[in-house]
């Protein structure tokens, strides 16, 4: 007998609760579907992620694993009657498109005779678990922390070592056009100019994680807002793709006050899937929808030379375009660096939100939609649980306290890289400032005014 394993995004063998399942009614196959719609919205880095980690799960599956491309709907139950599967076992996905997909798949494979089996998900508890005592779900993330931590989760399952790989037919495969790539048939789809910090995949996924708890877990707590430092775990494109699952981590966890602050950052992961499970629509609209208000942002071709100043790091506040940079060439910002760039477009340029948290879908390998579009709402301020709104970041004091002698911004801009020390977050104020990088495109005080009348004009109509 065998059982189909849908991988999506859960990249891995260890603790792998669905691959356990199937694995217990006999030989695997193990699938992956490169599916276009979602192809078609993922930046050229998140691919590249995808297929440096699509390599290392073929490589720990001994070349074995089968990808093919197409839609899932056509795809998965096609393979599934072609190795005559029962049942195709998956994680679930709690995200908008995710249980379409799988809603689709799921009344094909029903209506040949066979299964969509879900076990596990992404998530600690998964999206819908932790519930108020009325059965309603939290808005805040205070209270659900507290419930999230009450309710507990399961303890890391034993998976890798126990399934027999079947391996894939290819010629069966001809109907959905194998992608291009190396020997291995796996997409080739590195780009040239990005620098990824980490090695994609599961044996990476699980070094960095040894290596963060080694050395940088017991200072977290102090660190974490450094981006000069290398204080946080870098662990989230590597959550993002399920090369390790956060259930693996929470158990190496103990109450230390590195680890307690450490669990909070994943419980935050797991309330924003279940912000976004509970209202799909806040993907791309405020959760408050006054906040979409036209009274709140600009439009128009000066607003769209604005924005492109912004994406290219070039907005003159060293902060600022350190991050942008950095995104740009690594694929990854650090996420004190995210609330700064991200306050800097809504509310200094006056730019929607979802402007922003689309180029970050664009450019990021660790690109969530949940955590992507709540963080930049929890910046907006129209998020349910969000800073409030008249919280704006000053981009040169942000850079002046958390990257203190300017390493972080000397780093990523070569172009400031002769001015030492804190003096490098403010180049216009030197005796000679550098002639080749731009003075600060808006004036923030200016700018922070206009943004405070705005959103008073806004709760005046409101
Ligand atoms: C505007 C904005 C956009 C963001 N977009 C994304 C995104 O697309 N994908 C993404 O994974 N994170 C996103 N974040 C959250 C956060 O910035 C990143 O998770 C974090 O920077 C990843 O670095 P790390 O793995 O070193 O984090 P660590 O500090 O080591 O934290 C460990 C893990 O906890 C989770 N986590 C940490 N902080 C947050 C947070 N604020 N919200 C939700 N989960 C968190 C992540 O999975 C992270 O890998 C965004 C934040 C902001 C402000």
Redo the contacts with the bound molecule.
Sequence with gaps: MTALMWFRRDLRLHDNPALGRAAESGEVLGLFVLDPALVARSGAARLSWLAASLRSLNDSMAGRLLVLRGAPAEVVPAIAAQVGASAVHMAADHGPYGSRRDAAVADRLTADGRALVPTGSAYAIAPGRVRKADGTGYKVFTPFFRGWSEHGWRAPVDSAGMVRWRTPDSSGAASWSLPTGDAAGLPCLALPGLDLPLDAGETAARCRWQEFRATSLPSYDST?DRPDLAG?????SH??WGEIHPRTLLADLDDSSGAQS?RR??A??DF?ADLLARNPASATTSMDPAFDSAILYRSGSAADADFERWTRGETGYPFVDAGMRQLQHTGWM??RV??VV?SFLVKDLLIPWWRGADW?MRC?T???LA??SQ??Q??AGCGTDAAPYFRIFNPVTQGRKFDPAGDYVRRYLPELSQITGSAVHEPWRLPTPPADYPGPMVDHRLAREEALSRYAALRAAT
């Design positions: 974490r946080t775990s870098m662990l989230s959550l993002r450490f950052q994943l935050f992961r924003y650090h996420n995210r609330m991200a970050f990021l660790d690109g969530d955590n992507n963080g930049w929890w910046v």
